[in-house]
């Protein structure tokens, strides 16, 4: 795919994360504590040869997006550009003896459950970390914090391998 259609379809994937985020996801709750932050998958699948630094611009839009609809200051972006700056690293400590083709995004098909779960582990816990204890601004309430890590860690898990199962193509490794 050219350039030109690579930009076409990461903003149409940009369109469609927020808008499924913002009209729906964000009003799900598991038991009071949990969150789903479907938003992640448009960081998480991006292609794997895609420039660190138009990486980190791509997250804070999406973050500095969802702070404009939720009046949430910063903390979408803060979270988002770590996620973002931590992803290569994660990518590069989980590079399978072959090495990747670079023209793939992440793919559950394609990388296996095992690569799959530990890549999306690791980027959504930090990503929740952050994001929850720059909430709180303290440790003051650990406890609380943690439930909402965990449980909202689970919520995004199960609804982003949702995502790859229903939209990624066994072949393309394309979603």
Not at 40 to 52: E, K
Not at 122 to 144: D, P, Q, W, Y
Request: with cysteine; proline share 2%.
């Amino acid at each position: 795919m050219n350039s030109v259609g690579q930009i076409i379809l990461q903003l149409l994937r940009y369109a469609v994360y927020t808008a499924v985020y913002v009209g729906f996801v964000s009003r799900l709750e598991l038991f009071g504590a949990g969150w789903c932050f479907l938003y992640l998958g448009f960081l998480l699948f991006l292609p794997l040869a895609m420039p660190v630094v138009v990486q980190l611009l791509l997250a804070f839009g999406i973050g500095l997006t969802m702070d404009i609809f939720f009046d949430t200051g910063g903390l979408h972006a803060a979270a988002a550009v770590l996620l973002a700056f931590v992803r290569p690293w994660v990518l590069r400590l989980l590079t399978p003896r072959d090495g990747y083709d670079l023209q793939d995004s992440v793919n559950v098909h394609q990388m296996g459950a095992q690569w799959f779960a530990v890549y999306l582990g690791l980027l959504v816990i930090v990503h929740h970390t952050a994001f929850f204890v720059l909430e709180l601004g303290s440790f003051r309430h650990f406890g609380l914090t943690l439930v909402k890590i965990l449980a909202s860690f689970a919520f995004t898990s199960v609804a982003l391998l949702i995502v790859q199962l229903l939209f990624f193509s066994q072949r393309s490794g394309r979603g």
